[in-house]
């Protein structure tokens, strides 16, 4: 009878059977085992001392209502083939998980492609996310040269204007000193900043690499603009590729979620392609709601039913907010809106626009005025998530 299966924190020899284990069941190298090792909590599965499982986790704050909200980012999850089936992973999460939330995480969050069988798992995709590509040339008509100085480099200015960016939107994360290293290495990203040295108003990322029969390909993966100028030059600048890259691409998620294409181009014939999202967890609702940030200017005191961890009850809440301060009290009696712990997720991050979108979701009611409220206490900042981990 084979050894029962138990979850190590990987030393340095499992750390090198996980590595090993995740090339074998993704069919390529998984780079990012090797670069995260002095950042990354790796927990593996071993049976008969044989790693079987395992996954990286990153304690990483997001941003929420222009507030840091400590995360547990998962990634790089596997699990050997010929143990697949017998829902190995359920309890990797979980084993994941609880050493993360021990170090403080109050969220989660996790790009993958198992939708569903994550969603079972209790998280919820507050947004769609999209990949652009647009012919070079159209943006070369749409977009003429910006006065605005480009400089080749990252710099640390730079980087302070993408974190101070990055606060205006539900999801990004709040990127660590090693964060843009790592990113430029795994991805040999070129960086440019857009604006004055000392005080940038752009920030702009993108890979290139030889295109089988001319030229090259070219693919955005930062781009970070403070105002409509800085977009212009931004644009302008990719377009001056025109003679080397015929069609400038935008990696999934890596174009904020604002009509600049829509309101800009001559033609519209970009092409966008969906992709898998991002999803998200709530760990500690109490927490989450504590250190996410608020509207300063609106107040709130409303009953909530909230479906139980188990998925098997319903419990009563009352949700506060006051002078930028939430706060989410156990309570008795009915609530004014129900939620699961999914759509609780969504509404978390501002994926609930309207209060049709909520009620189309399963959100239940009591009024759509009072659902409405609900909504305009995260609606101030949009959903999007432009890291990758």
């Given amino acids: 009878m084979p050894e029962a299966m138990h979850i190590v924190k990987a030393d340095d020899e499992l750390w090198q059977q996980y590595d090993d284990l995740a090339t074998r069941s993704y069919g390529h190298p998984v780079g990012d085992i090797m670069r995260l090792r002095p950042h990354a909590d790796i927990r593996v599965a071993l049976r008969d001392g044989r790693v079987i499982a395992g996954g990286l986790g990153l304690l990483v704050p997001q941003f929420f209502g222009g507030a840091p909200v400590p995360s547990a980012l998962l990634s790089a999850g596997c699990v050997a083939p010929e143990e697949r089936g017998a829902h190995l992973s359920i309890d ?10 021990d170090q403080g995480a109050v969220i989660s969050t996790l790009w993958t492609t198992s939708g569903g069988y994550v969603r079972r798992l209790g998280w919820e995709a507050p947004t769609p996310v999209f990949a652009w590509s ?5 943006l070369k008509r749409a977009y003429s040269r910006s006065t ?19 606060r205006h939107w539900n999801g990004p994360v709040l990127r660590p000193d090693w964060w843009p290293a790592w990113m430029d290495s795994k991805q040999q990203l070129t960086t440019y900043q857009v604006g004055p040295a000392k005080a940038p108003t752009g920030l702009l990322s993108f890979a290139m690499k030889r295109s089988e029969r001319h030229g090259m390909e070219l693919t955005v993966h930062d781009y ?4 409509e100028e800085s977009v212009t030059a931004m644009m302008a600048f990719l377009a001056s590729h025109h003679t080397r890259a015929p069609i400038i691409h935008f990696r999934r998620s890596a174009l904020p979620p604002y009509p600049t294409l829509l309101h800009n181009l001559h033609r519209y014939r970009p092409t966008a392609e969906a992709w898998h999202p991002w999803m998200l967890r709530i760990l500690d609702l109490h927490e989450a709601v504590r250190l996410r940030g608020w509207p300063l200017n609106d107040e709130l005191a409303m009953p909530l039913e909230v479906e139980g961890e188990n998925g098997d009850t319903w419990e009563p809440y009352l949700l506060e907010v ?3 301060v939430g706060q989410l009290t156990k309570t008795h009696g009915a609530g004014e809106v129900r939620l699961t712990r999914r759509q609780l997720a969504v509404w978390y991050a501002g994926g609930y626009r309207t209060a ?3 009620l189309l979701t399963g959100v239940a009611t009591r009024s759509d005025e009072a659902l409405t409220r609900l909504i305009r206490t995260t609606a101030a900042h949009e959903p999007w998530l432009p890291d990758h981990f």
């Fill in 322 to 324: 006051k002078d930028g």
């Fill in 356 to 358: 049709a979108s909520a």
């Fill in 134 to 138: 647009i012919a070079t040339d159209d």
């Fill in 92 to 101: 990797m999460l979980a084993e994941r998980l609880r050493h993360l939330r």
């Fill in 224 to 227: 970070w603009a403070a105002d």
């Fill in 148 to 166: 605005l100085p480009v400089q080749h480099g990252r710099t640390p200015e730079a980087d302070e204007l993408q974190r101070r960016l990055a």
